[in-house]
């Protein structure tokens, strides 16, 4: 496709570490080139690779020696900046009950579509980058998407896995037909039930400041918020090509709540959230 991009992104994480791995295929002008951006508490790199390294097969994705699917990671990069090396396995994943994007699905020409492939997982396995030994044994695990042309222009991302569940949530300026609106996707899995927060339910954003955002949809009520940021470079698709730096926080301290007809579902905070705050206040 001229102009686009794929990747997903799959995070993995226990009580003390984060690891989250994003392999990308991009084309633009019609050529293609692959990307595995690696991103940790402390740290953020991206490999490169040809395009020919690519592969898709209808479970798995393939950049080089490295492998992405539903059976888990298995990562060997060795670059001047990067030497990662290790396998992780996934248990049973908890896709959601219908695509994320619902009837969006349909509309052609999105500049970017989102999927999430897994709200929750279990993982077990080890990765060595650089030397130091990350170890998941009874870690967690999410699994989501994005393809389209570009990442949009302001946006909010937060993922976050916690005891009883597991949420994501996406806010972002959605350009179509020549106007710009806001665009909600969430989903809120708690003590076995999933929750839908989205634009075509409708849901609407009452306030995004102080790295806060607040969303209301009938009687469900979302509030999150970046308490301390942990940021680190991710490079990002404009037009298919990945010149954008954006920051993300793997693993960094926020605040959730969600309430429902005035009562409070949950409320916490943690530090092992993660959160991009690409929007302009």
């Not at 295929?25 to 390294?53: E, G, L």
């Not at 020696?65 to 670059?79: A, D, M, V, Y």
């Not at 994501?168 to 003590?191: C, E, K, Y």
């Not at 400041?209 to 940021?229: P, S, T, Y």
Request: with cysteine.
């Amino acid at each position: 496709m001229y102009n686009s991009f794929f990747c997903w992104y799959l995070k993995c994480q226990s009580d003390t570490q984060t690891l989250a791995v994003i392999p990308a295929v991009h084309n633009k002008r019609n050529k293609r080139t692959c990307s595995i951006q690696v991103i940790t508490d402390d740290d953020a790199w991206t490999a490169a690779f040809p395009a020919d390294s690519f592969r898709r097969t209808r479970r798995n994705i393939f950049i080089g020696e490295n492998r992405f699917g539903e059976k888990g990671i298995r990562l060997s990069i060795c670059t001047p900046q990067l030497t990662i090396r290790g396998k992780l396995d996934f248990g049973p994943l908890s896709p959601l009950k219908y695509d994320i994007m619902g009837p969006f699905v349909f509309v052609p020409f999105m500049e970017c579509r989102h999927s999430v492939r897994s709200m929750r997982h279990s993982v077990r396995g080890n990765v060595r980058i650089n030397g130091q030994k990350y170890s998941f044994q009874n870690a967690w695990g999410y699994w989501e998407g994005d393809r389209g042309r570009s990442f949009p222009k302001e946006y909010i991302w937060t993922q976050c896995c916690f005891p009883g569940g597991s949420l994501m949530l996406s806010v972002a300026d959605i350009p179509m037909a020549g106007i710009h609106f806001t665009g909600i996707i969430g989903a809120i899995l708690w003590q076995g039930k999933e929750y839908r927060i989205a634009t075509y339910l409708g849901a609407r954003v009452v306030r995004i400041q102080n790295k806060m955002v607040k969303i209301i949809q009938g009687n469900l009520e979302l509030d999150a918020r970046l308490l301390e940021a942990s940021e680190r470079p991710l490079k990002a698709p404009v037009m298919g090509d990945m010149v954008r730096t954006i920051h993300e926080s793997a693993s960094c301290r926020a605040f959730y709540r969600l309430r429902k007809e005035g009562h409070t579902l949950f409320a916490f905070e943690t530090d092992r959230a993660s959160f991009e705050f690409e929007y302009f206040q």
